[in-house]
Each structure stands twice: as structure tokens, then as C-alpha cells.
């Protein structure tokens, strides 16, 4: 299965012929077409976090166990942006795909496949903060849905196939990868640091969500108990969070209120540690020093 979300309007020379949810498309996919299941036997999904949620729950595991067991990690981007795709077989078939029965986890299957042979276009519009859906037709040889006699509009083809909502929690990640590529060099590589939180916050929740119930986090930012009590175990309301701190952690839109002298508190205990280490260093060298010369006294 192609992947075109969100590298089309990016990596491509020529642009694809642009499509509204008004447009109607001929296809259909059924159990006994002759091409069921081809597309899940070449597949290249990546995931976005919604659909990690989705996947975990269908499965009973963390988020770090799926992850783990069911992801490849790759960059998303020049300056390592972490994204994670499906694991497949050597011969590219889905590991979720049971036999000819098809997809194992279909009621939760990620938003790519819910899509195809639609691909998903999230553009960023100058002077807006959201963003602009708008979508293409994948067209690939092995594919014979495309020849079935059935018109559909892409509009109703996203309700039939369940895509709202994937989108309505996926939406704001969409928005930060794009203000990331608008932005471009204007903005810098982020920081290791950075990246691994983005990599924790958009993919791996449960690990998220001790980092941000941890006594250090507590006394970093001012939220409120009821804050806690949610994301304890709403992860819904963790990734919403999540893409919120992440807004502060690559774009400095500090919407996230911290406790009365965290900022002063970090520098002195990073003053600290650098003082530490200046000392060992210091302590090194004499004693290297001291080595030198130990047979000539």
C-alpha cells in the first residue's frame, strides 16, 4: 500500500491532480475481488498517533510494546524528525494481515488504509492556523477496486470508511509537521532532546505519561490536580496535551504556565552540574599530572 501522507506536496516535482471531498471516484473493495489483500502484501503504512492508540488497545499492549513488536522507526525529515511505519514481513506483506482472510485488526486499521486509494493532503495555509484537507487518487496496477462499477464522493468514501475521526485526533499533529516544513530553516534542527520528546509524545503515550505525572514535571509547570487525574488515564486527553507541550518544546508557544521560580531553579542546578564537572575534569588532570611525574620524584 502506498503511503502518500504527508510527503506528496513535498517530495514530488509534479503535483498530483488535487481533489475535493465532492469528487466522485469509481471504486469499490470486497472480500472475492481478485485483488484482495494485494495492496496489505506490499504494504508501507506509516502511522500516525492516533492510530498507535487505536492499534495498542486492539492488541493489549503499552504503547512501547507495540512499538517495539509491530514498528520500523525512519526520519521524517532532513533534521530527524522520528516517524514509525508497520512492520512487514521480508517480502513486505503486513504482519496484522491474517491469511486470506484479511486485515487481523480491520475496525482499527490505521487511517492510511482507511483512506486508499485516497491519499490525504494536509496543506498549510499562509496566515492560518489550521490546516487545508484536500486529497488525490492513488492509482497502482495491482488495484482493481478502481475498475468496479461504483461511484462514491471522497467525502462520503471517508464516512463509509471511518476516517473522521482519526482525523479530527490526528489534526494537530498534521498542523506541527507542516508549521515544522513551513517554517524550514528559520526554525533550526531541533535538539536530540526535542526530537525524543516528540518521538515520546506522538508514539510512545504510556512513556509520555510518566514523564509528565513525575514529581520533576510536578515542579516544572503549574497544572492543575485535575489535570493529573485525566491524563492519568484518558489518553485522549494525553495526546492532546501532548501535542500542546510539543508546540512549546519546538516553537516556544509557551501556553503551558510553570511554577514560580522553575526557570531560575533549572539554571542553578544546570550551574551545578557543570560545576561537578568542571571539578572532575579539573580532578582528572591533576591526577593524570600526578601520574606523570610520580617515577621522576
Not at 512499538?67 to 513486505?92: C, I, N, R, S, Y
Request: charged share 30%.
Amino acid at each position: 500500500m502506498s503511503d502518500e501522507k504527508p510527503e506528496i506536496p513535498f517530495q514530488s516535482v509534479v503535483l498530483p491532480e488535487v481533489l475535493s471531498e465532492e469528487t466522485e471516484i469509481p471504486f469499490r473493495c470486497y472480500p472475492g475481488i481478485s485483488c484482495f489483500n494485494a495492496c496489505c502484501r506490499m504494504a508501507d503504512v506509516t502511522l500516525a498517533p492516533y492510530d498507535i492508540l487505536r492499534l495498542k488497545e486492539r492488541l493489549g499492549l503499552s504503547t512501547t510494546d507495540f512499538l517495539a513488536k509491530h514498528t520500523v522507526p525512519f526520519q521524517m525529515d532532513a533534521d530527524g524528525t522520528p516517524g514509525v511505519k508497520l512492520k512487514t514481513t521480508d517480502e513486505g506483506a503486513c504482519l496484522l494481515l491474517d491469511g486470506d482472510k484479511g486485515c487481523s485488526v480491520y475496525e482499527d486499521r490505521p487511517t492510511v488504509c482507511r483512506y486508499y486509494p485516497v491519499a490525504l493532503l494536509n496543506r498549510h495555509v499562509a496566515g492560518e492556523t489550521d490546516t487545508l484537507q484536500e486529497y488525490s487518487l492513488v492509482r497502482e496496477d495491482h488495484c482493481k477496486g478502481h475498475l468496479e462499477d461504483r461511484h462514491i464522493s471522497i467525502g462520503d468514501y471517508r464516512v463509509e470508511q471511518g476516517c473522521d475521526i482519526h482525523d479530527e485526533h490526528n489534526r494537530e499533529w498534521y498542523q506541527l509537521i507542516l508549521k515544522k516544513r513551513s517554517a524550514g530553516p528559520t526554525v533550526g534542527r531541533p535538539p536530540q532532546t526535542s526530537l525524543n520528546v516528540f518521538f515520546l509524545a506522538s508514539y510512545d503515550l504510556d512513556t509520555f505519561r510518566r514523564f509528565v505525572l513525575s514529581d520533576k514535571f510536578r515542579a516544572t509547570y503549574d497544572l492543575p490536580e485535575t489535570f493529573y487525574a485525566d491524563i492519568e488515564t484518558d489518553d485522549l486527553a494525553l495526546l492532546k496535551f501532548g501535542y500542546r507541550f510539543l508546540r512549546q518544546v519546538l516553537f516556544a508557544e509557551f501556553s503551558i504556565p510553570e511554577q514560580a521560580g522553575a526557570w531560575d531553579k533549572r539554571v542553578n542546578q544546570r550551574q551545578e552540574v557543570w560545576d561537578l564537572r568542571r571539578q572532575a575534569e579539573m580532578a582528572r588532570r591533576q591526577q593524570a599530572e600526578d601520574e606523570r611525574y610520580q617515577g621522576e620524584l
